[in-house]
């Protein structure tokens, strides 16, 4: 099965910037990735898909500041985040597609505090 590796997370302050990946140990091509995130006492959440063909989607919490992108190439799937909140301190994971299909990675933890 296909392994997810994600890294990227960090401290930051609000309204900064940070860029997650998620690299896959098989390919990506065609497949829906997406990224999810957990915050403490929280579900699990959907924060934004990637379609094979480009197409993005995104939770209204995040539009206008998160942006997906994929590599096909390398089998990696990118959250650049900007404008970071306060709200968006979770643990941060990728998949494929939605409902996930693959074995949750170990996440990549982003703390957004001043």
């Known amino acids: 099965q296909v392994q997810l590796v994600e890294s990227g997370g960090g401290l930051v302050q609000p309204g900064g910037s940070l860029r997650l990946s998620c690299a896959a140990s098989?390919?990506?091509?065609?497949?829906?990735m997406a990224w999810y995130r957990q915050a403490p006492g929280k579900q699990r959440e959907l924060v934004a898909s990637i379609l094979g063909g480009g197409s993005t989607s995104y939770v209204d919490s995040v539009k206008g500041r998160f942006v997906i992108s994929r590599d096909n190439a390398k089998n990696t799937v990118y959250l650049q985040m900007n404008s970071l909140k306060l709200e968006d301190t979770a643990v941060y994971y990728c998949?494929?597609?939605?409902?996930?299909?693959?074995?949750w990675g170990q996440g990549t933890q982003v703390t957004v505090s001043s």
């Open positions: 998949n494929r597609g939605y409902p996930p299909q693959l074995s």
């Open positions: 098989g390919s990506i091509f065609s497949k829906t």
